[in-house]
């Protein structure tokens, strides 16, 4: 299959004029836009409070090859391996520059120069490296270190803690150094050279990653290695269209550039430091949100890669979990009991956004971090992420935040949560945000029930103000005003209402589904986030409106900036690049809308709906409740396939099909098609969990 044929492979002969669309690279620990002085490393912030940003870090391998003589360029991002390739093809020789992250050994980058000889010519061949590296750092004071087995050294320290008293990450790097020119001889028909780049925050960890890259080059596993890991995550899980060449692509783009920003799934260091809207080759001072962790990470990022990889998933609970103290401090600084997550954090777990009205009144943070960890409960029933992982300690935290947070009010017999920012920005200092409202609401009573299931005494006030919170409904207009005092017809900025209906799952009539959707998607701004069309576009498939979904998820690819499916924050190109939000809730459009998945208590429901023009959706490697099943959606029918079972800890499972009442087991390796329609697939057993307590 040639390149153009393959849908996995973005190529182009030219680079695009806004470097800013240039590929990002990154492993879960490193980050690196192609061709760019600085990268980025997970967990390295330079700043105090609001002027906390990713530090930049200087990297070795922004190396451009030339060749003295003519020649053809090619480049290609091939997102079956994460390997960025420049060709230059001339008369004498093919050269071919390789870059990648590696995604088996997280500390290491690597560059790789393929030299071929093309023709009769036996005369030496020489290729240039142009290189405008410097060690330095105007985050990072950088110091030379003694060189370590032929690899040059720097290390230093940021130059300001996150917070007063807080430790100052230090970064060592040990590159290979590159020489001006490479040459091939006059009796050599081809050569290669590795090039390795190590990252660390010490000195120790820095030196035997080095050694690692060193015996993988002698043993010629440096790429391999590294090729064997991407493969993995391909093979876990995949989702294809036929019918649309334009969505194939961006879906591989988009579960590509999101699966890059997550750790690998054998990484056991847990120090993964969470998905910032433009990724780890993104947010230095001043860029694309400082890099900080917000909503992004839990609602439009997470649950794409959640169905997939409990692993992953579990990593980004894990590091809510490592901020549990900053949420104690921000709490407490509010004069609110519990846990407040930042509106931005980093590492700590603080709140480093740089205007305070967002920390202080965004405070839905608190109910999307606990959604991320009841639909993980949901998917896995992995009890362990909330008894030794600590991860009770977030959902009670938020519930006492809500009790705290919440005012009685007399009048109405309800209780309100006044002051806040809603998910649209356009409006703060508003009181009874409909989607804040809704998320607390589902957030306490999932504390509940994680107290049932984990026998532990719930304090009666989350329950009681669970069941009287208010849920702004007008009665008239039979539809949800974004909060008190909303005016219908005020302009809105993005997605924030109708995500009552997905994901927060509020129960309505479709009267009264349909009545948000058309009451905020004319209001909506054409020029608002990326992410928000992929709501609307789920809302109406809900409804059996495929066209009108499609309709609104096309806007989307306005956003997506050509050649290498690199997405922008607007539609005209501005604001955050590698926009990893937008990819999550288009990618969501496709899990959760043509499916109609829904992650519920006891199953995980489905209602499929395919557009016009798309004639099959595979989704592959699926996972629910420890077994992977692959999905094949075609116009008039579904066809499941249950994977052979590598987990121990399965449960046995069966699709139950509302409309008919059939009821299927569903057996390994066996093929179960039935006629579209909704249903479910639930345990066989449904008393049965899967994970002792």
Sequence with gaps: MSNDEDPYIFSTDTLPSDRRFLPPLANGLLGWRVYNDIMHMGGVYNGEGGSCHRADVPCPLNVKVEMDEPAQHTY?????????THSLSSARAKVSQSLYSHRYKPNLMVMEILLVREGTSEEPITVNLLSSFTPQSKDIVFESGPDYKGGSHIQGKVTTAEFPGGSCPTVHLIWTPKPPSLTLLQEQRQARWAFILVAANSLETAEANYDEGLDLIATGDLRPSHEKAWKELWLESTAEVTGSETLCKALIGCLFYLLSAFPSIHDTSSSFGGVSPGGLSNGGDGQDYWGHIFWDQDIWMYPGI??????????????????IDGAKDNAQKQGFKGLKFAWESAVSGREVCPEDIYGQQEIHINGDVTLAFQHYLHLTEDVSMFAEGRGSEVIYGVADYWVSRA??????KKYHLLGVMPPDEYYYNVDNSVYTNTVAKFSLQFAVDLADLLQHPAPKEWQEVAQNLKIPFDEE???HPEFDGYVKGHPVKQADTVMLGYPLGLPMTPEIRRNDLEAYEPVTDPNGPAMTWGMFAIGWLELGEAEKAQHLLDKCYKNIQG????????SDGSGAVNFLTGMGGFLQAVLFGYTGFRVQKECLAFSPLLPGDISELCVRGVNY???QMDWLLRKDEVCIVLREKANTKSCDLQVVLHASGSKIPLTPGKAVTFPRESGCVCKLTPAYSCWPL
């Design 76 to 84: 290609s991002l091939d997102t079956h391996t994460g390997i960025f």
């Design 306 to 323: 959640a169905l997939f990889y409990p692993k992953l998933a579990r990593s980004v609970l894990e590091y809510r979990v490592g901020t």
């Design 407 to 412: 005012s009685w009010n007399p009048e109405d």
């Design 477 to 479: 207009a039979q539809y």
């Design 563 to 570: 050649p290498f499916q690199v997405w922008s924050e607007s």
């Design 625 to 627: 409740l420890g077994s």
